[in-house]
C-alpha cells in the first residue's frame, strides 16, 4: 500500500486524555481512534493487525478440532435467566435494550447460554461429542474502569471457544489440547517469553481456571511466578494451602504485575444441568454433558504485544502480526529514486510481501524516519541518493540501531525468504 493513500496520518502530540500507553502509540500512530472512554476503533492499520492476530487464532483452534461459527448480540432474557445470569445483582456489567414493545434484550457478554441452548438441538447422542465450538464475536461489557486503553474497554472482539464432551476425562483430554494451543498462539504473537499458565479462581464447578498471564506493568493482576517451573498463581487465590496442592514453594515465587491475555475453564455441568443438555450414552443412559470454556480479547492482546514490545520510539510489532512486513522509504524526489523505489515495490508486491510504500513527496526524511519507528513495521528499507551510491538500498530492522546496504536482489531474497 501507497503510504500516500492511506487516509490515516501519524500524530505528532499524544492525546490529551489518554494514560494508558498501549492506547496513545497506537492513536499516534493510526491505528485505532478513540470513540469515548473504553470504546476504540480500528482503522487500516489497526484491522490489519486484528486479523492477522485472528488468523493465528483460527489455525490453532482448528488444530484442536475447532468448528467456526458467529453467534448473535442480542439475546433473550429468559435464555440468560436458566442459569441465574440475568439479574444485575448477578453481572454488574450487562448492557440491556429493549424492543419498541417493551420485551428486554440483552448484548451479550459472553455466549455460554445461548450456546448451550443452541446445541440441545444437535447433541443427543454419545456419537455426537466431544465437540469443540468457537467464534470471534463481539461482546459488550459495562466495565466500570476503562483505564488500559484496548486492554479493557466496553465493547471488544473475541474469541471463544466451547467444548462439550462425554466426561470428564474426555473433557480433560480437551482441556490439555486447548491449554497447548493457547500456548502455541501467545508464542506466535510474540509474547510467549513473558507469558505464564496461571492458576485461578475455578469459580463452584472446579477446584481452578487457568488464565494466561503476560507480565507487563500495565496489567491489572498480581500474580506469583515460578519461573523455574513457568507457572505461576494469581493473588485472587494465593494461599498456603493452594501452594502445598500445586507443589510450589513461597521462596521461589517472584511476585509481578500481569495483564490476563487469555483464560480457560471447565465449566462441568454448570450450564449442561439448568438447560438439560443430555446425551444418550452407548448403554442408552442419559448423561448431562461436560462442558469447558476458553476465551481469548483480541483488542486485549494487541494492546498487551504493544505494552511489552514497544520502545521510547514507538511500536515493535513481531513480524506474525504486523501490519506490513516490509516500510519501504523513498527519500528525496529525484527521478531516478522514486523508478528505483517503484519498481523495487512492484516486485515485492508481485511477490506476495506485504510493504508500506512512503512515496510521499511532501514529507521530511527526519519524519519519514519518525513514523517507520511510531508505526514499527519490522523491516525498515530506505532508498536514497546515498544508499544508490553506495551500491543499493538500505534495510534495518526496527530493533536495530543501524542499518546495511544490501544490493536489490540480495534484499528481495532476504525479505521472501520467509514469506
Ligand atoms: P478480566 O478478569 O480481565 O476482567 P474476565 O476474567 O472477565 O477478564 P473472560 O470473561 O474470561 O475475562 O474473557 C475472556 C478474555 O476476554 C479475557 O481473557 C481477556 O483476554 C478478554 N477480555 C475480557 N474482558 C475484556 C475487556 N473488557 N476488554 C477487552 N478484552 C477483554
Ligand atoms: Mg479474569
Known amino acids: 500500500m501507497r503510504q500516500s493513500h492511506l487516509f490515516t496520518k501519524t500524530k505528532k502530540e499524544s492525546p490529551a486524555d489518554e494514560v494508558s500507553q498501549n492506547a496513545e502509540l497506537l492513536i499516534k500512530a493510526g491505528f485505532i481512534n478513540k470513540e469515548m472512554a473504553g470504546v476504540y476503533s480500528y482503522l487500516p492499520l489497526g484491522l490489519r493487525v486484528i486479523k492477522k492476530i485472528e488468523n493465528i487464532i483460527r489455525e490453532e483452534m482448528n488444530v484442536i478440532g475447532g468448528q467456526e461459527l458467529e453467534l448473535t448480540s442480542l439475546q433473550e432474557k429468559e435464555t440468560w435467566q436458566k442459569a441465574g445470569r440475568w439479574d444485575d445483582e448477578v453481572v454488574d456489567n450487562w448492557f440491556k435494550t ?127 511466578v515460578d519461573e523455574n517451573k513457568g507457572i505461576a498463581v494469581n493473588k485472587e487465590v494465593y494461599s498456603d494451602e493452594v501452594l502445598n496442592n500445586l507443589n510450589l514453594k513461597k521462596e521461589d515465587l517472584v511476585e509481578k504485575r500481569a495483564v490476563e491475555v487469555g483464560n480457560i475453564f471447565p465449566l462441568s455441568t454448570k450450564y449442561s444441568g439448568p438447560f438439560e443438555l443430555k446425551y444418550q450414552t452407548e448403554e442408552g443412559d442419559k448423561k448431562e454433558v461436560i462442558m469447558g470454556s476458553y476465551g481469548i480479547g483480541l483488542g486485549r492482546l494487541m494492546g498487551t504485544i504493544v505494552e511489552v514490545l514497544s520502545d521510547d520510539k514507538g511500536i515493535i510489532w513481531p513480524e506474525t502480526v504486523a501490519p506490513f512486513k516490509v516500510h519501504l522509504l523513498s527519500l528525496g524526489d529525484d527521478e531516478k529514486i522514486r523508478e528505483e523505489a517503484d519498481s523495487f515495490y512492484k ?40 544508499s544508490l551510491t553506495d551500491g543499493g538500498f538500505e534495510i534495518k530492522k526496527r530493533t536495530e540501531e543501524k542499518g546495511k546496504i544490501i544490493t536489490k536482489n540480495e534484499l528481495i531474497k532476504l525479505l521472501t525468504a520467509s514469506a
Open 347 to 386: 516486485d515485492l508486491s508481485d511477490q506476495k510481501v506485504e510493504v508500506l510504500y512512503d512515496d510521499r513527496t511532501d514529507v521530511s526524511a527526519g519524519e519519514k524516519f519518525a513514523d517507520a519507528d511510531l508505526i514499527g513495521i519490522p523491516y525498515r528499507v530506505v532508498v536514497s541518493k546515498r
Open 98 to 224: 429493549k424492543l419498541k414493545n417493551d420485551t428486554e434484550l440483552g448484548l451479550a457478554f459472553t455466549h455460554e447460554e445461548p450456546l448451550t441452548k443452541l446445541m440441545k438441538e444437535y447433541i443427543s447422542s454419545y456419537r455426537d461429542l466431544p465437540l469443540g465450538i468457537y467464534q470471534f464475536q463481539k461482546k459488550f461489557r459495562n466495565e466500570a474502569r476503562a483505564k488500559s486503553g484496548i486492554m479493557r474497554t466496553r465493547e471488544f472482539l473475541m474469541k471463544d471457544l466451547y467444548t462439550f464432551c462425554k466426561d470428564e476425562k474426555e473433557h480433560e483430554e480437551y482441556y490439555e489440547k486447548a491449554k497447548e494451543a493457547y500456548k502455541n498462539i501467545f508464542k506466535r504473537a510474540g509474547i510467549g517469553h513473558v507469558t505464564y499458565l496461571t492458576f485461578a479462581s475455578g469459580g463452584s464447578f472446579s477446584k481452578y481456571s487457568h488464565e494466561f498471564q503476560t507480565i507487563t506493568g500495565a496489567g491489572e493482576d498480581t500474580i506469583y
